[in-house]
DNA sequence: ATTATATTTTTACGCGCGTATATATTTTGA
DNA sequence: TCAAAATATATACGCGCGTAAAAATATAAT
């Protein structure tokens, strides 16, 4: 590597010999110039590092290769896994992931999205914040770039929607939890952020009906994301003031199922399946830690694997055939039980 | 709003009756143009929706406003935390963040600073991945940006470098375990990423021979960031390998303990201080769901607030005297013993 | 070898905005 | 009221790169 420092890429096209916009053509598309230039070129770029600006390329391409991925809130493992496997799909198709958390903050969703603008993206994975999310401004970006959304459904919003089948996955549960023992309580947000959090409701009472049991809601108060706070609080109080009628909890994700756990676990009730046990807890998800959690989780895991892989997909086909779908897509995919200790 | 689409500068120089560089002078500081300018300017600003191209204003500034932060993990709540105090100083002091993940990985660490040279940030507080991180290509990157490390040093890179003082903090614990109980033993990666993991062990020796104790290491393998499971896997094998000569595990960090915690769990080992617990666990962070374990985890606690304030201070400092600091600086704040349900 | 075709080069302009300079206009102070 | 100081405008060029069109060159086909 020479020392030579090439801060541009007129620089770059004279140390190679090869005129800048045949320079730029490569960066655009290798295979895009003959073969010998490319050799040329890529010799030239073992001597000298240059790499284009990213954000000057972006300016005036028609079309690029960046594909956003914006999800919820960055800190959450369980978002943080699906951005990793949503950007490994990006990455394999040849695109290049810009990936952005809203932090909760419909503001800050926005904001994701006009930066994403900026960089004209040639499409978007978008897994919105909920009911909060500004869907009126989304549906806007929307118009101008093919966007895809995942997780959390807006209706009407984007070409295509990839999620998971709540009513399935609940239905399972509750399924399961009815055949092993006591029916489920349901313990969740009065005032849930998530869309999918008023599926599970509904999911959790026509099972419930179905299965001829009648649905008991715990429904408290929070806001805000922190969930293992609001299961850990809320907990304490239903099992502090006897509010359970039954000696089943189904909860509505695996964060606030682990803030429950943990008051459980200070009240001094033995969570798990045996006759020495007071309490059954069941989660929904199949959070990273909850497999960590004591006793570990029963739960439903989403299949990370398929929705990413199918959001990844549905945009990509989008934007090859550069046409709008022309009718609005969704896909459901089926959670599975996972058994663990807590139920 | 008027319904009239602005796309550019120069579209909002036309219907607010500015002329294109005043209106230029105005977003770069608000305050620098004459007041009735300025009231002008923002009125046309509330009937007309425009704001600058972030990435077109970058490129042929001097000097921005943008600053720029890099963690070594976004999806470790740790991390996320710490990123979120950061962020907030930098807004409250007038200038941009732009947060950036390594996921561990340290070329994505020397990509992160690579896009952020091109926005031409003011300046960068990096937080390395560690023992791993390109010091050679990180140092290079200080010399043009100035940079303030934090969480973890790399010796002498960068202006200055805040992080906590394991010294004292282990020596806390310690302290507090062989007082309360038997001496602990130490459970850690046998080659973890991150220094202060062995600055930890260290200190921990330390302390346990000025207080007569023999110290036990309980050196683990294990390679990545996924530290539950790593402290989950290998706890497991200690535990049923009775390879415990004492009581009480003191572990590198709350995120091994958490895993540790789990595998006593599945033993049947109760943890805790009363006469029938069989187990004291310890950890070290205040991790964020150290208060969520069951028991809840007994720790020390990073002082997140003065670690994140002074690192944005000290930056804030270095860029408006427009020197680099005459000595590199390091501050270390002391961590505060937390008392839980573990030991 | 000659023609047809594919690629590269030259030249020029555009993206959205920063910034410098000369000039025009306001505001201020006495 | 009038000159001095402060601020705004017009104009022009730069940042690093995309892209279009015509001219020049290299490769393929006959």
Redesign the pocket.
């Known amino acids: 590597m020479s020392d030579f420092k090439i801060?541009?890429?007129?620089?770059?096209?004279s140390v190679s010999?090869?005129?800048?916009?045949?320079?730029?053509?490569?960066?655009?598309d290798a295979d895009?110039?003959?073969?010998?230039?490319?050799e040329r070129i890529e010799k030239a770029l073992e001597r000298y590092d240059?790499?284009?600006?990213?954000y000057?390329?972006?300016?005036?391409?028609?079309?690029t290769k960046n594909v956003g991925i914006v999800i919820p809130y960055m800190a959450d493992p369980h978002f943080a896994e699906i951005a990793r496997n949503v950007e490994n799909h990006v990455i394999e198709a040849g695109y290049r992931p810009v990936v952005l958390g809203s932090q909760g903050n419909p503001e800050q969703e926005i904001e994701n999205l006009n930066n994403l603008r900026l960089l004209k993206p040639a499409g978007v994975l978008l897994a919105p914040i909920g009911r909060m999310s500004d869907a009126r401004r989304i549906a806007d970006f929307c118009k101008d770039v093919p966007t895809v959304l995942f997780d959390a459904n807006i209706e009407d919003v984007g070409e295509a929607f990839i999620g998971m089948n709540n009513n399935q996955s609940i239905g399972l549960i509750v399924e399961y939890l009815c055949r092993t023992g006591e029916p489920p309580a349901f313990f969740e947000m009065l005032t849930p952020s998530n869309p999918n959090a008023l599926k599970r409701r509904n999911a959790y009472v026509n099972s419930m009906e179905r299965l001829g049991h009648t649905p008991h809601l715990i429904q408290v108060e929070g806001e805000g994301w922190d969930f293992e706070e609001i299961g850990f609080r809320e907990g304490s109080r239903v099992i502090a003031d006897r509010m359970l009628s039954t000696d089943t909890v189904l909860c509505s994700n695996d964060r606030l199922a682990i803030g429950f756990l943990s008051a459980a676990y200070q009240h001094g009730l033995r969570v798990g399946l045996g006759p020495s046990c007071a309490l059954r807890v069941a989660g929904h998800d199949d959070h990273p830690f909850s497999r960590y959690t004591c006793p570990t989780l029963t739960t439903v895991s989403q299949d990370y694997a398929a929705i990413s892989a199918r959001s990844a997909e549905t945009l990509f086909t989008l934007i090859d055939t550069e046409q709008r779908a022309s009718s609005r897509e969704v896909t459901l995919y089926d959670g599975k039980l996972v058994m663990r200790g807590s139920a």
């Not at 010999?17 to 655009?28: A, D, L, Q």
């Not at 240059?50 to 990213?54: A, I, L, R, S």
């Open positions: 801060k541009n890429m007129d620089d770059f096209a010999g090869i005129s800048r916009p045949t320079i730029s053509k490569y960066f655009n895009s110039v003959r073969k010998s230039t490319r240059y790499q284009p600006n990213f000057a390329m972006n300016q005036n391409r028609r079309l």
